[in-house]
């Protein structure tokens, strides 16, 4: 089911993120879906009985649901290569 939101309530809709960018309907993998996606930070906001509910806590992060980008995403970035030998603590290096 498409969208009924008028297109003057989409105008003054905004994501309630930062950005505070304007919403396109639908979901980026489904256009037809009950859904504003903002066209800043691409979080996509459900719509219930016809509501946006332009919640952050409701809204599904970008890339969240995306299985294609980043395999075994879950794990911390930088694990198995050790840093570059930039230590953030220099206590002991100038020991004068
Ligand atoms: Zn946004």
Request: proline letters at 12%; aromatic letters at 2%; hydrophobic letters at 35%.
């Amino acid at each position: 089911m498409a969208l009924t939101l008028d297109a003057q309530l989409l105008e003054i809709l905004a994501c309630p993120s930062p950005d505070h960018a304007p919403l396109s309907p639908g979901a980026p993998d489904d256009p037809e879906a009950d859904a504003l996606t903002c066209t800043g930070c691409g979080r996509v906001y459900p719509v219930r009985d016809g509501i946006p509910v332009l919640l952050l806590d409701e809204a599904l992060e970008p890339g969240g649901a995306d299985p294609g980008t980043g395999a075994a995403g879950s794990a911390a970035p930088g694990t198995g290569t050790a840093g570059d030998g930039a230590e953030p603590d220099d206590d002991h290096a100038d020991s004068a």
